[in-house]
């Protein structure tokens, strides 16, 4: 089954974008990459997933590199509220398992 | 939108009693998870439901067991609790295929 690895912590800027790198080098064809974040100890929050292509909504944008190998979640301008800890997870092949690591902790700074 | 219940959010309970955690969904997803989260640590899959009627191990699943009560609802139950299954408790649900998964605020078990 894929995993992911990413950089345990990691500091933005207020009002900057914020960059995620998650390297998930054995991804198979057919899985999608997920992110989550989760606030203090609150219930994991979806964000955005895809599989080949860029994606985009309201709280995110998910770049996918053409390899699949890796990927960057990019929080365009981070407020304060956007400090959590925020994981990159590939879905098992069996699609039911969800492979959580210990993700990567993003401090926004004022 | 209510979306995925969880209680009790809070249990104290002492080594070897009994506890069942509930969880319900009201999106009518199919599949249904139980995961762990201990300090500092990311969420471990302890059960899932793929559908209804059926149920299917985890990474960590020793020392639970669950119900799949109907599409709504999943229960896990700590039949002899232990001061190892402290922690925080998430049940969560989604739709099928690439749809992602929805959690619940979690419920907090501490034994001593």
């Known amino acids: 089954d894929a995993k992911t690895t990413q950089p345990p912590s990691m500091d933005c800027a207020e009002g900057r974008a914020a960059n995620l790198p998650c390297n998930h080098s054995?991804?198979?064809?057919?899985?999608?990459v997920y992110w989550y974040r989760q606030i203090h100890s609150q219930g994991p929050q979806y964000i955005i997933h895809?599989?080949?292509n860029n994606e985009t909504n309201e709280m995110a944008s998910l770049i996918i590199t053409e390899d699949r190998k890796s990927s960057t979640l990019i929080l365009p301008h981070a407020t304060l509220r956007d400090t959590a800890v925020y994981y990159c997870?590939?879905?098992?092949?069996?699609?039911?398992?969800?492979?959580f690591g210990t993700g990567t902790s993003l401090t926004v700074i004022p | 939108n209510a979306g995925v219940t969880q209680t009790p959010k809070f249990q104290v309970l002492k080594t070897g009693q009994s506890m069942t955690l509930q969880c319900a969904q009201d999106?009518?997803?199919?599949?249904m998870y139980w995961y762990r989260q201990d300090p500092g640590m990311g969420l471990r899959l302890i059960y899932y439901?793929?559908?209804?009627?059926?149920?299917d191990k985890g990474e960590v699943p020793n020392g639970y067991n669950v119900s799949r009560l109907n599409k709504r609802e999943f229960s896990l139950r700590l039949e002899s609790a232990a001061p190892s299954q402290t922690s925080v408790y998430f049940c969560?649900?989604?739709?099928?295929?690439?749809?992602?998964?929805?959690f619940g605020d979690g419920t907090r078990l501490s034994i001593l």
């Open positions: 895809g599989l080949k």
């Open positions: 969560a649900s989604r739709e099928q295929g690439s749809q992602p998964q929805h």
């Open positions: 997870i590939v879905r098992s092949n069996t699609g039911n398992q969800f492979y």
């Open positions: 054995t991804i198979s064809g057919n899985e999608y």
């Open positions: 439901s793929a559908s209804e009627g059926t149920t």
């Open positions: 999106m009518n997803h199919n599949s």
